[in-house]
T-cell receptor, first 113, second 112 residues
Framework: TQLLEQSPQFLSIQEGENLTVYCNSS?????LQWYRQEPGEGPVLLVT?????EVKKLKRLTFQFGDARKDSSLHITAAQTGDTGLYLC?????????????FGTGTQLKVEL | NAGVTQTPKFQVLKTGQSMTLQCAQD?????MSWYRQDPGMGLRLIHY???????DQGEVPNGYNVSRSTTEDFPLRLLSAAPSQTSVYFC???????????FGSGTRLTVV
């Protein structure tokens, strides 16, 4: 059973389109992180959200943490080919050790011209 | 700063062989972790450490050992390699007070 479910698993869109990736759980997290991973490389941290209802913006990327701290979303506006990659959400359970980071299965995004 | 350095980048082992995956960070981070990444399963935590001399098990620790004799190094040992350990292994570190981890570029391990 996957603690963090990401949807969709795969997404192929045209440059300029908007998209949203979801990260859902039935568990409560003290913090949630989003990473982006390119082939042959390790994940790279994009953002951390820690407060329920928090919204963070990183240029064309908008991250939201759910009010109940069980879910998060990543919205990309006007996608570019450089956004192509594997997007991973990861959380620290509120009941677990602060050093155990649980990852979702990822969303593979492909942005084409 | 080099960040998190993992060696080797690629390795092929025969079933039953042992080996050590190396991980070193030069950021003086207290926390270090080992993950494995398999298709469709995301990254799963193998072992982690909160400081020199302190280690603990993650989600999938069987078949792996770790030690943390210094802040900088966190090697992962495979005692007797099995085909089920074919995976991409990532080492990651973070510092106290920051949630996000810095990852190495991974070791792709194949056990035949």
């Amino acid at each position: 059973t996957q603690l963090l479910e990401q949807s969709p698993q795969f997404l192929s869109i045209q440059e300029g389109e908007n998209l949203t990736v979801y990260c859902n759980s039935s568990s409560v997290f003290s913090s949630l992180q989003w990473y982006r991973q390119e082939p042959g490389e390790g994940p790279v941290l994009l953002v951390t959200v820690v407060t329920g209802g928090e919204v963070k913006k990183l240029k064309r990327l908008t991250f939201q943490f759910g009010d109940a701290r069980k879910d998060s979303s990543l919205h990309i506006t006007a996608a570019q080919t450089g956004d192509t990659g594997l997007y991973l959400c990861a959380g620290v359970l509120i009941t677990g050790g602060g050093n155990k980071l649980t990852f979702g299965t990822g969303t593979q995004l492909k942005v084409e011209l | 700063n080099a960040g998190v350095t993992q060696t080797p980048k690629f390795q092929v082992l025969k079933t039953g062989q042992s080996m050590t995956l190396q991980c070193a960070q030069d950021m003086n981070h207290e926390y270090m972790s080992w993950y494995r990444q398999d298709p469709g399963m995301g990254l799963r935590l193998i072992h982690y450490s909160v400081g020199a001399g302190i280690t603990d098990q993650g989600e999938v620790p069987n078949g792996y050992n770790v030690s943390r004799s210094t802040t900088e190094d966190f090697p992962l040992r495979l005692l007797s390699a099995a085909p089920s350990q074919t995976s991409v292994y990532f080492c990651a570190s973070r510092t106290e007070g920051r949630h996000g981890y810095t990852f190495g570029s991974g070791t792709r391990l194949t056990v035949v």
